[in-house]
């Protein structure tokens, strides 16, 4: 029984250790953490460690007498069990967080701090809690960009007064929005609503004109129409 509780015990900080190295850099690229990161990789560690290992392993020995089938289906069944595991940890209440990225430099900050954390055996590594704490405050320093333009000008989205996102031209469900969407920290885009949103921003079919920290905007839908330019900034 202790043989099986320092397994788990060992399971349960492989996982907590991966999961805090990972975290920061899930978080910069994709705006997210996974709430539930832990309890998946505890479900699936076992999997990976007594199937799915040993069975690569086994195929590999049998490959050069044509036997590795059955060793090659074991693993599939440990990875459809893993993807199974997946697919229901992120189907849980509040299973993706979004948070805003921190900056560039305080990431590397942060990375310094986590090796330094990892080198020093004297109390001398405590001193790596000032990058990692310090790289992490640099989420506060991300300002949300007032529009988004796609590189064709044919996808915008705005932010209003409110910090709701408004699609205004272009598709909303597509990979470049779900991709803007991650970066934003939002899961949707507003409709624009003339009756709410008129002080900020107003649409007809042609054309949308935007206001934005005191400057007017004016965001083409038709490049085929006349285009009004005046009193825009």
């Not at 990892?118 to 790596?128: H, K």
């Not at 705005?158 to 408004?166: A, L, M, Q, V, Y």
């Not at 990979?175 to 003339?194: H, T």
């Not at 007809?204 to 400057?215: F, P, T, V």
Request: charged share 10%.
């Amino acid at each position: 029984s202790s043989r099986i509780l320092h397994y788990a015990v060992g399971i349960l900080c492989s996982a907590l250790v991966a999961g805090l190295a990972t975290a920061p850099f899930i978080i910069y690229h994709f705006s997210q953490f996974a709430s539930y990161g832990l309890l998946a990789n505890i479900l699936a560690e076992p999997l990976v460690t007594v199937l799915i290992m040993p069975s690569a392993v086994l195929a590999i020995l049998l490959m050069p007498f044509g036997l590795d089938g059955a060793a090659f289906q074991l693993m599939q069944w440990g990875v459809a069990a893993i993807i199974g595991i997946s697919h229901w940890v992120g189907s849980l209440p509040q299973a993706h967080l979004y948070i805003a990225p921190p900056t560039p430099w305080g990431l590397g900050i942060l990375a310094f701090g986590g090796v330094w954390l990892c080198l020093w055996q004297s109390w001398l590594r405590w001193f790596g809690m000032f990058g990692v704490i310090g790289g992490l405050l640099t989420i506060l320093l991300f300002v949300s960009p007032d529009i988004l333009v796609s590189g064709k000008g044919n996808q915008v989205t705005f932010n209003t007064p409110d910090h709701s996102w408004i699609w205004v031209i272009g598709r909303s469900q597509n990979f470049e929005s779900e991709q803007w969407m991650e970066r934003l920290g939002i899961s949707e885009y507003k409709k624009f609503r003339p009756e709410i949103h008129s002080d900020s921003l107003t649409c007809d079919k042609q054309s949308c004109r935007a206001l934005i920290k005191n400057k007017k905007i004016l965001l083409i839908k038709d490049p085929s129409a006349p285009k009004d330019c005046s009193n825009v900034d």
